[in-house]
Each structure stands twice: as C-alpha cells, then as structure tokens.
C-alpha cells in the first residue's frame, strides 16, 4: 500500500466535484466526501463508508470525522491523547507514530501518522489526522484496505477547519432535529446494561457508547452504537422510521433492494416495546451495507441503538451465513429504568402460549406452550427413508432474556429468547416468530406460529 500524504492544499473547485460529492460539514469541519458513500451519523461523530469489489477482490474503507473537544495542551499533546484512544485502544497494538506536522492555511496545526497491520489477515491501514486550533481539537480517522488513495487525498484536499467553535455539532445544511442533539430530558448511557460481543472492543464518546468489531476478512469493521434515551414524540413505530431517516438520510419504506427490508415489532421480558428496522443499502446485486436500527419504549422515553455492518448475506457481525452477533447482544440488553411487571410476564406467557415449528429437508422442531406454564416439544430427524421422532413435557418459566424448560423427568435447558412479529412487506403484513439461541451455539433457531 502506497503512502497517502495527508497535506492540505487548495483544489480547482470544479475538480473537487468531479472527484467528490456535495459539499458537508460536521462540528467545526467542512469538506467533500467521496461521491456514493454512504453517510451515517452517531453522537460523536459522522462516519462515510464505501465498500467495493476490485479485480475479484473485495475492499472497503471508513472515514470517520469526530466532534471537537478542548484542547488539553499544543497539538502535539493532542495528537498523542488521540492516538492512544483512537488507535492504540482499538486496534490492540503497540504502535509508535511518526506524525508530519502541517500549519494549515485557516489558522489551525495539525499532525498525522498511519499505522499498517494486518487485521483477521486483511492488510489495513489507520490514519489519525488531529488539527489543533481556536482552543480545540478535532480529529479523523481513515481506516482502509489497499486501492482508496485518490479518495483519502481528495477527501483531506477539500477538508477546511473554522476558527470559531461550534456547539452543538450539526451539519452545513439545514436539517431537522437529530439523534445527535436528542432534547436535554432525555436519559442517561448509563441506563443502558448489556454484553460487549466476543472480540469487539468498547468507546465512550462525548455522548454514545460506540461497540466496534475487529477488522474482518474483506475489510470490514462493525459497529453498534447505543444512544442517549430521548423522549418520545409519536407511536413508536413512527418515531423508529424518523430516526432512522435522521440517521442514514434515507427513506426506510421505499426502494426496497434484495434482501428485503425487515421489521420486527414486539415486548422485551423487561416489559419495554421494541421497533426494529434491519434495511441493507447500496444497489440491489452490487455491494450493499447492512443497517440495523432499533428503538425501544420506556415509558415516556426512547432507548436507540445502531448497528452496521456489511451486507447481511456475508457480514461477519450481523450476517446470515457466517456470524450473527446480534441475537446475543440484543438478549444481553436491558435497561435500567424498566423493570417487568407481574402483568407484563402474563401478557408474554398469553402471546407465547400456541404451537411453534421450524422445519428444513431433514429435521422438524415443535414446541406447544400453554398459558398456564406447560409446554410439549416434539422433533423429528429424517435420515434417507427413517424418520426418528422424540417428545417431551415439562413445565417453562423465564428468568429475564432467558427460557427456562425442565422437563418432568428434571432435565433442564436455557435459552435467550424472542417473541415477536416479522414483516417483509414494509408493515402491510406480519408473521409471529419465536426465536431461541442455546448457550454455546452460534446461531439461533426461529419458529413460526402454527397456531
């Protein structure tokens, strides 16, 4: 991978906007992103992504462009806090910089250092730009596979820092109120309880919890985002849809691509309602970016988590084939300002009361559970022309995210669970899906009412 020189110089405008796409600004930054990248937004920061396949090889790259801060020294105090948290943390290596320092034209000095190393195999180059200037800082950070130089040059080119402050962050444009500014009612992070996914690591920003995987094979790095509860507005439903809006500038009920949009509605075992848009973006057949956004109700407040990741076909974080953390996590995820209610737990024995199955070419899965406690399971294994089927009874209870079933003869097994509604049709319909995932095992196993 060639060296990317990160040194501001003046551009010819009409060469920018051939490189780059319409002009945006975050904080005290005001730049170009590449053109067709996809834009996100978190408490923070505000992140452009672009993944692509190139000679039979797939790439991808993030810019991520973070809030100003105070400045706690010169530049390059700065710039050192910043390495360590950005990079050092992050990565997990012992990386030493060797930073260019530049004095900018619009007042501010800035530094910057890159460090390469291979991620799950994949050849990755980090970049940390921090500019020091007007009593702040604010930093960047590019993290690469090979092949995106004209656009890190280009991106950095068009990059221009104001000498006055701005607070809130807020975009160029004119836009509407964002999760970034939720309304100062809202709740703390610290109403938030869950289980960091194997591997990834964890950064608290000024106001997120930010979660972000290691670099995966093919270059891709997932993330999830936990926000500030913020009051609710309208149905939930409706502000689900609005946020997502606000968060990916997209319309999340139109310009349906394959896989399909999904969205899940249904009650926590802590008593809180959750909504939950799972929509990729990018063209349909091309490379795609897979969005999860879920937004629960607690009270008169609304908890809001992001997620990304690449397409979900593929994803090593959210993907159908090869890993899905997203089970886990979400069964981990509590919310200290909730706490179930006696009537809350016999309103979910009342919906998961029925008979559930899930069945594929060579084996069958059913469960019976009534409201008063019991259940029946029953499962049938094809194997050429033999069919062998088991039973069983028992008596279930739940213990938080967690089904409990003992069986009469005392055998007893767990399993994080969900019990909601699924459509793939942009809400006109819904299916009821019950979704178990045993300690231990990597996927989950969903069922569909029968009756």
């Known amino acids: 991978m060639k060296m990317v020189r990160l040194v501001t110089v003046m551009l010819v405008l009409a060469l920018a906007r051939v490189a780059l796409g319409q002009a945006d600004g975050y904080d005290v930054a005001t730049f170009m992103p590449p053109r067709g990248w996809t834009r996100s937004e978190s408490p923070g920061f505000v992140s452009f992504q672009d993944m692509r396949v190139r000679n039979g090889r797939a790439g991808s790259c993030q810019i991520y462009v973070f809030a100003s801060g105070a400045s706690i020294g010169n530049a390059a105090a700065n710039f050192e806090a910043e390495w360590n948290v950005k990079v050092v943390q992050p990565l997990r290596i012992a990386a030493t910089p060797n930073p260019q320092i530049e004095n900018r034209p619009d007042g501010w000095t800035a530094l910057s250092s890159f460090v390469d190393a291979l991620q799950n195999g994949v050849p990755v180059r980090t970049i940390l730009y921090t500019a020091t200037g007007s009593g702040r800082y604010i930093s960047i950070v590019a993290n690469c596979t090979d092949g995106y130089q004209a656009d890190l040059t280009g991106f950095f080119q068009s990059l221009r820092l104001s000498a006055a402050s701005v607070a809130p962050p807020q975009n160029a444009g004119s836009r509407p109120t964002s999760v970034l500014n939720p309304p100062a009612a809202g709740g703390r992070l610290g109403d938030y309880v869950f289980t960091i996914p194997d591997t990834w690591t964890r950064q608290n920003a000024s106001d997120a919890i930010v979660l972000a995987s290691p670099v995966y094979q093919g270059g891709e790095r997932c993330q999830l985002s936990l926000l500030p509860l913020r009051p609710a507005t309208r149905g939930l439903p409706d502000d689900a849809l609005n946020i997502f809006r606000e968060v990916f500038k997209v319309e999340p009920l139109t310009g349906d691509i394959y896989p399909p949009t999904r969205l899940f509605r249904g009650t926590s075992p802590q008593g809180w309602e959750y909504f939950v848009v799972k929509k990729p973006l990018g063209p349909s057949g091309g490379v795609q970016m897979g969005t999860i956004l879920l937004v629960a109700k607690v009270g008169n407040n609304l908890a809001t988590v992001v997620g990304t990741s690449k397409e979900f076909l593929v994803s090593n974080c959210f993907g159908e084939l090869v890993r899905d953390v997203w089970p886990s996590f979400f069964g981990s995820l509590q919310i200290k300002s909730a706490a179930p209610s006696a009537q809350a737990l016999a309103a979910l024995r009342q919906k998961l009361a029925g008979v559930w199955i899930s069945a594929t070419a060579t084996v069958g899965l059913r469960y019976e559970f009534s409201a008063d406690g019991r259940y029946m399971d029953a499962a049938g294994v094809r194997q050429r ?58 996927g989950e196993v969903c069922y569909n009412r029968d009756r």
């Open 385 to 442: 022309r033999t069919l062998q089927t088991f039973f069983g009874n028992g008596s279930y209870s739940f213990d938080g995210n967690t089904l409990i079933l003992t069986s009469d003869d005392n055998g007893r097994t767990t399993a994080l669970f969900r019990l909601e509604q699924e459509s793939k049709d942009f809400g006109r319909s819904w299916t009821d899906t019950l979704c178990l995932l045993s300690p231990g095992v990597s």
